[in-house]
């Protein structure tokens, strides 16, 4: 019979007072402190391996307790440190799009729970809570959309963030557990996901340069590229290579980080073209550069209310969720009789499974096209017997 070798470690201080112990993990081998905080045991990652290092900062501690001065890197975590850190650290390796989302989701939280309240501390009903503050509080974004209703989904991805921040914060030796780990999300009981239809797009077409020629590139290019508005806007006349007929898709810019190329459409390369001879640009130039400081590109903003005006003017009745993302839709939708490796490549997703739920949708020619076919492929078969 053989035993599992045992592992160093270092107490010192009085037990029940001040009592730390050094210790390296036996499947890792890195080392920790393990303390009293408020009659909850704390353990703090040391993120080296170096034993006489442990040894010297396990006396510290325990001289800090025993004075009641709690070292602030080994206190428990306020949110303010806790989304002070995270930002700092993990939010500048995330999309820029993500990047906002992390800072103003939480400027949220500080805003309700408070600066000072301890992460480790958070329970059910502050959950609970925020799905109902954050409801009421409505969208925060500039423009027509402040103070409208939030859907679930937006409520969702906040709280994600908030989950993320703690995931982070344990795995960086700050928590000891995620306190939210395992609640329930607010999901939607019917998302509304319409498709664009295609008289619809011609009709926005038709009065798209009269609402800008800068509007009537950007969508074009949606409609033939099926990417999304925000990585559209963000595009670079550099990202275009005219020779070989392709675009690139810059990872900073894309919402789930993932940098391809994709085979441009005669439509969209003659969008392009026409582009460029109204407005001469090459290199760094933006594709889209906001109309009052060209150094910028164009603001999510503009390109909602610029949707609208075109709606108003194509006398298309609104409906919700059918704006940008409608044209990805539609995108995904028309394109379903392709591979899905080819159809996931040439719309910058990811997973396949995020094109069959959310942006594919079944249609009657389709479903008919699909039984005459196994109708003639019967015919077939029985001419042959």
């Known amino acids: 019979m053989t035993h599992a070798k045992k592992r160093w470690s270092y107490c010192t201080g009085e037990r029940g007072r001040n009592r730390v112990r050094a210790f390296e993990h036996p499947l890792t081998g890195s080392l920790f402190l393990e303390f009293a905080d408020d009659g909850r045991r704390k353990r703090i990652a040391l993120r080296h391996r170096d034993r006489s290092i442990a040894t010297g900062k396990a006396d510290e501690l325990a001289v800090a307790l025993r004075r009641g001065d709690l070292p602030q890197e080994v206190a428990a975590p306020t949110l303010t440190t806790l989304f002070d850190n995270y930002v700092r650290e993990v939010t500048p390796q995330k999309a820029g799009s993500t990047q906002g989302h992390d800072r103003w989701a939480a400027r949220l939280f500080l805003e309700f729970l408070g600066p000072s309240r301890k992460a480790a501390t ?58 939210l780990r395992g609640m ?58 005219r020779q070989r ?27 392009l073209e026409k582009a460029r001879t109204d407005r001469p640009a090459i290199g760094d130039a933006w594709l889209l550069p906001a109309p009052e400081d060209p150094q910028q590109p164009c603001s999510r903003h503009l390109m909602r209310d610029w949707w609208q005006r075109a709606e108003e003017l194509a006398e298309i009745e609104h409906e919700p969720g059918l704006g940008w993302h409608a044209l990805r839709r539609k995108f995904a939708t028309e394109l379903k009789q392709v ?46 017997q």
């Open 122 to 179: 958070l329970n059910r009903r502050d959950w609970d809570g925020f799905i109902r503050w954050r409801r009421i509080r409505g969208d925060g974004r500039k423009g027509k959309a402040k103070q409208r209703p939030v859907r679930n989904r937006i409520i969702e991805s906040d709280l994600k963030f908030l989950c993320a921040a703690l995931n982070w914060g344990m795995a960086a030796g700050l928590l000891e557990r995620n306190p």
């Open 184 to 241: 329930p999300w607010p999901r939607e009981e019917a998302p509304s996901r319409p498709i664009l239809t295609h008289e619809q797009y011609l009709a926005l077409l038709g009065k798209a340069r009269s609402v800008s020629p800068l509007f009537e590139l950007a969508l074009v290019l949606a409609h033939e590229t099926g990417h999304r508005i925000g990585s559209i806007r963000l595009l670079k006349w550099s990202d275009v290579d």
């Open 245 to 271: 007929g392709v675009i690139r898709w810059r990872a900073e810019n894309d919402k789930i980080g993932y940098e391809h190329e994709t085979i441009l459409t005669q439509e969209a390369l003659a969008a």
């Open 339 to 384: 591979p899905l490796k080819d159809l996931c490549q040439l719309g910058g997703w990811k997973e396949p499974q995020t094109v069959l739920k959310c942006y594919q949708k079944a249609d009657e020619a389709t479903m008919r096209e699909a039984l005459a076919s196994r109708r003639q492929l019967h015919a077939a078969g029985q001419s042959t």
